[in-house]
């Protein structure tokens, strides 16, 4: 638990990631003082839906505009979400179109990468018990 903790809170190692459970990464994040959020994507068919479920857990302000480009704003904002650091779980990738999810995928990179440079950790991690997502494993492993 200790290193799963240690991890979260490097900004150096920031990014997107998969995970089996998401049980463990809620316990590690006790006590840090950083901001968890959960998204539940399941039975998420198109965008609108998709970034809807986001505008919801991350309590988006009003001025979001529901497409990629407010999504990214927002995310390399946060300032209305306390913590010294972000963790986004994902619950499912839901049924989106390729393109779709890719684009999220490239969103959240890009916030990862932001926070990171202001050395603050930004995790994105989907929840993803097959292993099914061509996604880095959040405890290291590459993906299979």
Not at 46 to 72: Q, V, Y
Not at 118 to 127: K, N, S, T
Request: net charge negative.
């Amino acid at each position: 638990m200790e290193k799963l903790t240690l991890r979260l809170t490097d900004a150096t190692r920031s990014g997107v990631y998969r995970a089996p459970r998401s049980d463990a990464i809620v316990d590690a994040a006790v006590g840090t003082r950083l901001d968890l959020a959960h998204v539940d994507l399941a039975g998420a068919q198109d965008k609108e839906t998709m970034l809807g479920r986001l505008a919801a857990a991350l309590a988006l302000p009003e001025w979001f505009g529901g497409n990629w480009d407010a999504l990214e704003d927002c995310l390399a904002d946060l300032s209305w979400r306390a913590g010294a650091g972000h963790v986004v779980l994902f619950k499912a990738q839901g049924e989106l179109p390729a393109e779709d999810f890719g684009m999220l995928l490239e969103v959240l990179a890009a916030a990862a990468e932001h926070w990171a440079g202001r050395g603050l950790p930004f995790y994105a991690v989907f929840i993803d018990p097959g292993r099914e997502l061509a996604l880095p494993e959040l405890d290291g492993r590459r993906p299979a």
